[in-house]
């Protein structure tokens, strides 16, 4: 997998993995840090849907700022040096880490509730802003010593502005098969769908088509997850369970399966903060606490070991290799 194009100021030095409209690379900046480089196609930059697609997930995660949410360091939204560089996973995302799993074994549940509540953390930040991601998968969720941050701002959109109805089949929410407009709550149910995933070690709907699945998410149930895991909170089953109902309005909140599950955790939740940045539109999580514990500050970037050339292939990103379904909108 060779670059199209080079982007000034950073070294390229292997392939991390390629997506329908760029491709990832580890890169070196100028400043010596280790990025995740995206760097769009060129029949990404001369097709209009899918130029705006990159210019818009350029945008978004440069604004969102929060503790789980992919950061992006600088970027480029539109032509011919557009780029994004975002900080870089060494374990990749959460696709890869459950592939790696032994057959028939799932995450430890203490783990998958943490990243569980990371992701709706995430959420909870976007809603606030009233944003709505469109694709929350394990795809799109990086995972560094136990905790989570959501990625992929390339379907996200402010719902005063409005933006292209988008999603993976797996993990979409019943009126987005309609047809209909996203919201906060079809987020949820993608959450939800995640949910099941991680503390079942099974999807909760499954289909060898896009019509199967359709299928599935409109007119069937699954099984209750305590039949599943018996060991899963039982508020949190619950609310896992109501995630996904099929009429958006009977959903809880990403705040309500925050808090749940890092009660499940045995942690006190308390409120998020947020607070205006004074020159930006953006609004940035501060403050946050989360019983008696709190995030330790910003540090700057560790120095990373010379990649190995020869770990190249071992180290790319496998969900890049296998796409049952692309994504319809």
């Given at each position: 997998?060779?670059p199209?194009?080079?982007i ?6 292997r392939?991390?993995g390629?997506?329908?409209?760029s ?13 995740a480089?995206k ?26 700022r929060h ?7 600088a970027g480029?939204a ?5 780029f ?7 374990q ?5 880490q ?5 057959s ?11 990243i569980?509540a ?9 809603h ?19 905790r ?7 379907s996200?959109f ?11 089949p797996?993990?979409?929410?019943p009126?987005i ?12 149910y993608?959450?939800?769908?995640m949910?099941y995933?991680l503390l079942t ?15 599935a ?20 089953s619950?609310?896992?369970e109501?995630a996904l ?14 808090r749940?599950l ?9 409120d998020?903060?947020?607070?205006e ?32 050339p020869?770990a190249?292939?071992k180290d ?11 994504r319809?909108?």
């Amino acid at each position: 997998m060779t670059p199209e194009r080079t982007i000034p100021g950073y070294s390229l030095l292997r392939p991390l993995g390629r997506g329908n409209t760029s491709l990832v690379y580890l890169a070196a900046a100028e400043d010596a840090r280790y990025v995740a480089l995206k760097i769009p196609h060129e029949h990404t930059l001369k097709e209009k849907e899918a130029a705006e697609r990159f210019g818009n997930e350029v945008r978004l995660t440069l604004q969102f700022r929060h503790p789980h949410i992919v950061h992006a360091y600088a970027g480029t939204a539109f032509g011919t040096q557009a780029f994004l560089a975002l900080k870089f996973y060494r374990q990749g995302d959460l696709t890869k880490q459950l592939a790696d799993l032994p057959s028939g074994q799932r995450l430890p549940e203490p783990t998958a509730l943490r990243i569980l509540a990371d992701v709706a953390s995430a959420l909870t930040y976007l809603h606030h802003l009233d944003a709505v991601h469109q694709d929350v998968k394990p795809q799109n969720v990086y995972v560094h010593d136990g905790r989570a941050a959501l990625g992929d701002m390339g379907s996200a959109f402010f719902m005063s502005q409005g933006g292209k109805v988008s999603g993976s089949p797996f993990y979409m929410a019943p009126e987005i098969y309609h047809g209909e407009s996203s919201s906060g709550a079809s987020d949820v149910y993608s959450l939800g769908v995640m949910m099941y995933e991680l503390l079942t070690g099974v999807r909760p709907f499954t289909g060898s088509s896009y019509e199967e699945l359709m299928v599935a998410h409109l007119t069937r149930f699954p099984r209750s997850i305590a039949h599943l895991n018996s060991n899963v909170d039982r508020r949190v089953s619950r609310l896992a369970e109501l995630a996904l109902a099929k009429r958006p309005h009977e959903r809880p909140s990403a705040d309500e399966l925050r808090r749940a599950l890092l009660e499940s955790l045995g942690e006190l939740p308390q409120d998020e903060i947020y607070e205006e940045c004074p020159d930006t539109p953006e609004v940035v999580a501060v403050g946050r606490k989360v019983g008696r514990h709190r995030p330790a500050p910003a540090a700057g970037p560790a120095p990373l070991p010379p990649p190995d050339p020869a770990a190249a292939d071992k180290d790319i990103d496998r969900s890049s290799r296998w796409k049952l379904f692309r994504r319809r909108k």
